[in-house]
């Protein structure tokens, strides 16, 4: 439906998570399930992701690049890939905020991509619709009041219309 095609992905063992890729260019869509329920209760993004799915969220959190604090972050690790996350716990509960992920510079972005679809837009509800300090992005973030969640994110390709994913429906605008 989208054209977009996944690329990677794979076992969290420490987490207890699985997920799977699709590069978006500056940035990537990640589809995450539990493989194990009694690992990802130990671990915060595991948390995070179980969260989601308990309370039948359509989208469990949204990341930034940024960078963690080696006290309060914890590592998530997958086939010789390893980032540090910050925040899962935050964001579980509050999932118009963002959990914040750091990639060493070594390892390649999964986003990379001859791809051309990008991330153009993403809507989130909250109590606080106060701006975020976020570093400036291709993506434009949209905040409204109301309960807290991922509203919906946009997907743009050259030459196609966009393609609006949300919480309702899968639609074409």
Do not use: K
Request: charged content about 15%; proline content about 12%; hydrophobic content about 40%.
């Amino acid at each position: 439906m989208t054209g977009i095609a996944p690329s990677g992905g794979g076992s969290h063992h420490t987490a207890g998570t699985r997920n799977i890729i699709f590069p978006l260019g500056a940035s990537y869509l990640e589809l995450v399930t539990v493989d194990d329920h009694i690992v990802a209760a130990g671990h915060p993004f595991g948390q995070l992701v179980t969260a989601a799915l308990d309370s039948c969220r359509w989208a469990a959190g949204w990341a930034v690049a940024g960078p963690t604090d080696p006290v309060r972050a914890c590592t998530l690790e997958r086939a010789g890939v390893a980032v540090s996350v910050q925040g899962c716990d935050e964001a579980a509960a509050a999932p118009d905020r963002p959990f914040i992920l750091e990639r060493p510079s070594d390892q390649p972005f999964p986003g990379d991509t001859e791809n051309p679809t990008e991330l153009t837009r993403l809507v989130v509800t909250g109590p606080d619709v106060a701006p975020l300090a976020l570093p400036p992005g291709p993506t434009e973030l949209v905040r409204r009041p109301g309960p807290a969640a991922i509203e919906s994110f946009t997907l743009a390709r050259p030459g196609l219309p966009p393609i609006t994913l949300n919480r309702d429906l899968w639609s074409t605008r």
